[in-house]
C-alpha cells in the first residue's frame, strides 16, 4: 500500500510469517535444487525453483486462495525480502505456473520430490530410522478426460473415497515420513482407483534396497493394508511394524488365546498387551495383542448398540414367522432355523409347533369329522448368549501388532511406542486437506498438472515440518515454552499456532527527503522471541539485532 502526503511516501507491506517460511526455503536450497534440473527459459522472468517458492508462499500462506490468484496473494507482500529484488507479483501469473508444473512433471515429481528431501534430511540431521507410510484419496472436480497426446501421468477415476464422496473422481496420494519431526520423505501419485494392497506391495519392493544402503537399519511402519499374503516375500525381506488385520483366522484365534491366558502387561501410557511368537506367511513374527480400558469401554458400547439393532430385526422376524402357516412340521422346523443361522449374538430357544386343523366346511367340526389338511405354526424366542458379547467384545478391543523385529532390536514396548507415531503421516495428510491450505488450488485443467501440483503440497508440508521441528528442537534445547491457545506454556506448539501468533506484522517504508527508510512494525516482545528462536537469519529478515 503506498501513500503519498507531500514530500512523504509510505509503502506498508505485510510480512507476517512469511519471512520465516522464506528463509527454511532459502535453507533448504529447494530453488537451487529446482533451477538445476529445470533450466531457466532466457525470457523467463523467474526461474521454476522461484515458481514453485511462489506456491508454496502462497499454500502456507493459509490464504485459502487457488493457484491462478497467487499474484493477488503477493500484491502487498515484500517480495525481495522473500525472493530477490526484482521480483514481482504479476510474474507469478497462471501462465508461469502452469509451465512450471507441466516441467515438474516432465522431469518426474516422485524423483524431484525425493532428491529435495534427501538433501534436507542430510542438512538438519533427520533420524531415518523409522519410516511411516500411508495413502490417501484427493478429490477433484471436473470431468478430467484422458488426452492420449498428453504424456503418461496418473488417471483421475472414482474409487473408494476416504474424503466420503463417492460421486467425485479422486487422485491416490502415497507418502511417507519419518518419525523424527513428521518430515515428507517420500510422495507419489496414483490413479484414483489405486487401492492401499497394491501401492503397499510396490512400495515395499522398491524401498528394500533402499534401506540396505543406509549405514543404521532403517524400519518401515504402516497400517494393516501392508501385511497381506501378496506382500510377505518383499516383508519378508524388510523390517517392518504394521497392524495386522482383524480378518484374518489365526488373528482371531490368537486374541481369543490372549482372553484365555490373561496374562497382560501395563504400558507406560495403561495399554494392555501380550506378545507372542510365531511364523506366519513363511516369516518368523512377534504378534502383540494390545488393548487398553478405553478401547474396552468403547467396544462394550458398540457391541451393545449392535445386539439392541439384532434384537430389534429379531423381535420382527419372530413376529411374521409366527404369522406364517407350513405345510409340514419339517418346514417349519427349517424356516426357525434358518433364522438362527443371520444371529450374531442370540441364540433361538427350541420352537413350539403348533397344529392347524383344516376342515372341509366351515363352522365347528363334529366329533367325528376329519381335518381335511394340517397346517403348522412355529412359535419361539431368542436370548442373549453372554459369551458371544464378551468374545465380540474381546475382539473389537483388541488389535494386533507385527513385526519381524528381534526384541534385541526393539523391545515390545519400542515396537508400541514407534507404531503409535503413525499418526505422523495421517496428521500430513490432515494438513494437506486443509481447506484453507491448497485445497482449493485443485482445479488445474489436466491431470498431469495436477500430478505436479500434489508433489508441491507435500513439499510445502516438508517446508513446514522442518521449520517447526526446528522450533521444538530449540525450544527443548533452550528449555523455553511459549503460550498455546488457552495462554498456557507448552514446549511442543504447532507452526500453525505460531503463524497466527505472528499475523500483523508489517514491513514500512518512508520515503522522506529524497531518502528510503525502512521499518518492521508489529514486534511485540512475544513475537521478537519467536523470531529470534528460528536464528540470526530470520532475525536479520525482520530487523532484530541478534545479542
Known sequence: MLQENNSVNIKIERLDHLGIISQTIKDLGII???????????????????????????????????????????????????????????????????????????????LLFSEIALKACDQEQIDLRFNH???????????????????????????????????????????????????????????????????????????????????????????????????????????????????????????????????????PDGRHYQSWSLGHYDIDQRWLVVYSDQSRQRAEKTVDRAIKRERTRLDKALFHLQARRFATRDEAQQAYAQLGTELRYHNLQPAELIPHHRYLRAGRPGAAETPQTIKWQVQGQAVLDPERRTER???????????????????????????????????GFRFLKDPTFFTSALFVKKPARLEA????????????????????????????????????PTATPTLRWVFQLLDGIHRVQLFINEQWTTVIEGLTDLRRKILILFGPDVCSLYQIPVT
Not at 454 to 478: D, H, P, S
Open 133 to 267: 507410510l500411508d495413502s490417501t484419496s484427493l478429490t477433484v472436480s471436473g470431468q478430467y478426460e484422458v488426452d492420449e497426446n498428453e504424456p503418461a501421468t496418473i488417471t483421475l477415476r472414482r474409487g473408494y473415497s476416504k474424503d466420503h464422496r463417492p460421486d467425485l473422481k479422486q487422485a491416490v496420494l502415497e507418502m511417507m515420513v519419518s518419525q523424527d519431526g513428521g518430515v515428507p520423505l517420500m510422495c507419489q501419485a496414483w490413479d484414483g482407483n489405486s487401492n492401499d494392497s497394491r501401492i503397499f506391495k510396490e512400495r515395499s519392493q522398491a524401498l528394500f534396497e533402499q534401506f540396505q544402503t543406509g549405514d543404521s537399519p532403517r524400519y518401515l511402519i504402516a497400517d494393516s493394508k501392508l501385511y497381506s499374503q501378496d506382500n510377505s516375500a518383499n516383508l519378508a525381506r524388510l523390517g517392518y511394524i504394521t497392524r495386522i488385520p482383524n480378518t484374518l483366522t489365526v488373528s482371531r484365534q490368537l486374541i481369543n488365546q490372549a482372553w484365555a491366558y490373561n496374562q497382560w502387561q501395563i504400558a
Open 32 to 110: 537451487e535444487l529446482i533451477d538445476q534440473r529445470i533450466p531457466a527459459h532466457d525470457q523467463e522472468y523467474i526461474s521454476a525453483g522461484e515458481a514453485v517458492a511462489g506456491m508454496i508462499l502462497n499454500g502456507l500462506g493459509f490464504s485459502n486462495r487457488p493457484m491462478s490468484l497467487t499474484p493477488q496473494f503477493f500484491e502487498n507482500k515484500p517480495l525481495d525480502l522473500l525472493f530477490r529484488s526484482g521480483v514481482t507479483a504479476d510474474q507469478f501469473n497462471r501462465f508461469k505456473l502452469g509451465r512450471t508444473l507441466d516441467e515438474l512433471q516432465q522431469y518426474g515429481t516422485s
Open 453 to 488: 501440483l500434489l508433489m508441491v503440497m507435500t513439499l510445502a508440508l516438508l517446508v513446514y515440518a522442518v521449520a517447526e521441528r526446528r522450533l521444538r528442537r530449540t525450544l527443548q534445547a533452550q528449555q523455553e515454552t511459549l503460550p498455546n491457545q488457552i495462554n498456557q
Open 393 to 427: 467384545i474381546n475382539h473389537q478391543a483388541c488389535y494386533i501388532i507385527g513385526s519381524n523385529i528381534s526384541p534385541e532390536q526393539l523391545s515390545d514396548l519400542e515396537l508400541l511406542a514407534h507404531y503409535r507415531q503413525q499418526h505422523q503421516v495421517e496428521q
